[in-house]
């Protein structure tokens, strides 16, 4: 079946510091691959998606995630997080299958200011 | 577009009650997501819908759930009876996998079974 996993649970920075986020995923086809960010008592809301082309992908907010298929790997990275970016982060894959996105379990960030 | 909408945004209830949810997915939208997120098993997909009809039901937890979807427009999740292990924060997506598989969530129902 297929799966995602993201390799922390939760992550404390300080504000200014780079951050990355490992995702990978178990899956031998044509993906998409998302991002999608909780801030605390929000619903989830899109940060960033790959679908073909370049795979380095810029989202919101100063988000970038690359693609790396080889690795079956979508990780996270932004050069200096803030305050505001404290939130759970989850990834998630599409494998063609009606839709449906397999998330994986998320990962807490927690900056300090 | 307004979204997608749900009601209640929080619901509470005593143990053994049936609990509705209601998710008005965004217009044009033709598939639709129900989860369950708590801290102790993080995100789950109870169901999803395409074109009105159900797809995959797996993570339904069991008999006591069910989730029905008479039109396009509108979607139900019931508990009956509701339980204590049933509190929890409910999701409701819908996309339009013909365009991009992007997901878009509601609001969320936060449920709370005394």
């Known amino acids: 079946a297929q799966s995602v996993s993201q390799h922390n649970h939760h992550v404390i920075l300080s504000e200014a510091a780079s951050l990355e986020l490992g995702c990978n995923y178990s899956?031998?086809?044509?993906?998409?691959l998302f991002w999608y960010v909780q801030y605390p008592g929000q619903h989830l809301q899109l940060l960033l998606k790959y679908f073909s082309g370049d795979p380095l992908v810029k989202g919101i907010k100063g988000f970038e995630a690359e693609f790396i298929k080889s690795k079956f790997s979508f990780n996270l990275r932004k050069p200096s997080v803030q305050w505001s970016d404290t939130a759970e982060y989850f990834c998630?894959?599409?494998?063609?299958?009606?839709?449906?996105?397999?998330f994986g379990q998320g990962t807490e960030l927690s900056v300090k200011p | 577009d307004a979204g997608v909408i749900q009601s209640p945004r929080h619901e509470v209830t005593e143990m053994g009650q049936e609990v509705t949810l209601r998710c008005k997915p965004i217009s044009g939208h033709n598939s639709l997501f129900w989860y369950r997120q708590t801290m102790m098993r993080g995100l789950e997909l109870l169901i999803y819908f395409n074109n009105n009809v159900p797809i995959d039901d797996s993570g339904m937890p069991e008999d006591r759930f069910s989730a029905k979807m008479p039109n396009a427009s509108f979607s139900t999740l019931k508990i009956q009876p509701s339980e204590p292990r049933d509190s929890a924060v409910y999701f409701c997506?819908?996309?339009?996998?013909?365009?991009?598989?992007?997901?878009?969530f509601g609001p969320g129902t936060r449920l709370t079974v005394t």
């Open positions: 899956y031998g086809g044509t993906v998409n």
């Open positions: 998630a894959v599409n494998a063609h299958q009606g839709g449906k996105l397999i």
């Open positions: 997506a819908s996309s339009f996998p013909a365009a991009s598989y992007e997901q878009y």
